[in-house]
């Protein structure tokens, strides 16, 4: 594989707080990208990050911090969560979310739900109030709704650019063609968000509309505890975005933290082996964002480019393009 970059950033001893967080990653490139289209979404991550680092600033939780930031991402269209999700081959939206605190090692999660407006909200309710860590289609809307997260009508998902791409690929399929156009970002839209706060408590949340076409109730890994999100104070907090079949085989978010727990490995080398290494030797696409108790951030992915960002205090970077590492 040659579509290899890193983002490791190390620690500093004066970062209170810190949050990471991905929008996707795939086939993100500079001269595809029009202007327009391109500060929409750095708009779109730094508005994430603020919406965090006021939280965390403030001296607020890790959990509220990623519960708001992809709370936010999930109610923008530019991202494959909420609001912006692709459709399955039936027609549908069909969401999944995970969420994990790492004080604890208290764990959520919702799959194939389609009308509950904020499904990290939902896997945040599962992990805090519910003796059970992964609930699924009308069973987990029916808890979420009794939790009191916002119901939305399916239409409220419905977006012109997602519905034309189903459109597209299902015409393909039946000229017997192979469509490229949608086929790697298909497999890699997701949100994520991993933050420490003030008291040195780490959380992590994923979000994702799956991948577009889906068949058969196809459940990818990020409402997977240990392979799509993953929280440990001891170790690190981890969101994965990436062609989630791989991503629940090797288990990606849980291997980081294996490998700092049990080989005292750095979050950057331990993030690095996994992606770089062990998933990409494999044939595994995507990527990471890691953070660890001392503030230590990680950003690896090996796909063209993967919608990034990081705030600690008096930092902030947004990234897109492998070629900006």
């Given at each position: 594989?040659?579509?290899i970059?890193h983002t490791?950033?190390?620690?500093d001893a004066?970062?209170?707080y810190?949050?990471?967080?991905?929008g996707g990653?795939?086939?993100?490139?500079?001269?595809?990208m029009?202007?327009?289209?391109?500060?929409?979404?750095k708009?779109?991550?730094?508005?994430?990050?603020?919406?965090?680092?006021?939280i965390?600033?403030?001296g607020?939780?890790s959990?509220?911090?990623?519960d708001?930031v992809?709370?936010?991402?999930?109610?923008?269209?530019?991202f494959?969560a909420?609001?912006?999700?692709?459709?399955t081959h039936?027609g549908?939206?069909e969401?999944?979310?995970?969420f994990?605190n790492?004080?604890?090692?208290?764990a959520?999660?919702v799959?194939?739900?389609?009308?509950?407006?904020?499904?990290i909200?939902a896997a945040r309710?599962?992990?805090?109030n519910s003796?059970h860590?992964?609930?699924?289609g009308?069973g987990a809307?029916?808890?979420?709704?009794e939790?009191g997260v916002?119901?939305a009508?399916?239409?409220y998902f419905?977006?012109?650019q997602r519905?034309?791409?189903l459109q597209?690929?299902?015409q393909?399929?039946d000229?017997?063609?192979?469509?490229s156009?949608?086929?790697?970002?298909?497999?890699h839209g997701?949100?994520?968000?991993?933050?420490?706060?003030i008291k040195g408590n780490?959380?992590a949340?994923t979000s994702?509309g799956?991948?577009?076409?889906?068949?058969?109730?196809?459940?990818?890994d990020?409402?997977?505890?240990?392979?799509g999100?993953y929280?440990?104070?001891k170790t690190c907090?981890?969101?994965?975005t990436g062609?989630?079949?791989?991503f629940?085989?090797?288990?990606?978010?849980?291997d980081?933290a294996?490998l700092?727990?049990y080989?005292?490995?750095s979050l950057?080398?331990?993030?690095?082996?996994?992606?770089?290494?062990?998933?990409?030797?494999?044939?595994?696409?995507?990527?990471?964002?890691?953070?660890?108790?001392f503030g230590?951030?990680?950003?690896?992915?090996?796909?063209?480019?993967?919608?990034r960002?990081y705030?600690r205090?008096g930092?902030r970077?947004?990234?897109?393009y492998r070629?900006?590492?």
């Open positions: 594989m040659n579509s970059t490791s950033v190390p620690f004066s970062a209170k810190a949050l990471v967080l991905h990653a795939g086939t993100i490139i500079k001269a595809n029009t202007t327009e289209m391109e500060m929409a979404y708009d779109a991550l730094n508005e994430a990050l603020t919406i965090g680092e006021k965390l600033k403030a607020g939780t959990i509220d911090a990623v708001n992809i709370r936010f991402m999930e109610d923008c269209p530019l494959n909420g609001r912006g999700s692709v459709f039936e549908h939206v969401h999944d979310a995970s994990m790492g004080f604890d090692m208290s959520g999660a799959t194939g739900i389609k009308m509950i407006k904020y499904p909200s309710a599962v992990m805090e003796e860590v992964f609930l699924s009308q809307e029916q808890f979420a709704i939790q916002e119901k009508d399916p239409s419905y977006t012109e519905w034309l791409a597209r690929i299902l393909s399929e000229q017997g063609t192979e469509l156009e949608d086929a790697d970002n298909q497999k997701t949100v994520g968000c991993v933050a420490l706060d780490i959380a949340g994702t799956g991948m577009t076409n889906k068949k058969f109730g196809r459940i990818g990020s409402p997977i505890i240990g392979a999100t929280a440990d104070n907090g981890v969101s994965s062609h989630g079949e791989f629940i085989r090797f288990t990606v978010a849980r980081i294996a700092m727990e080989k005292g490995l950057k080398q331990a993030s690095d082996e996994v992606i770089y290494n062990k998933l990409t030797q494999n044939g595994g696409l995507g990527g990471v964002v890691a953070l660890d108790v230590n951030i990680a950003m690896p992915f090996n796909t063209e480019g993967m919608y960002g705030i205090p930092e970077v947004v990234g897109m070629e900006e590492d």
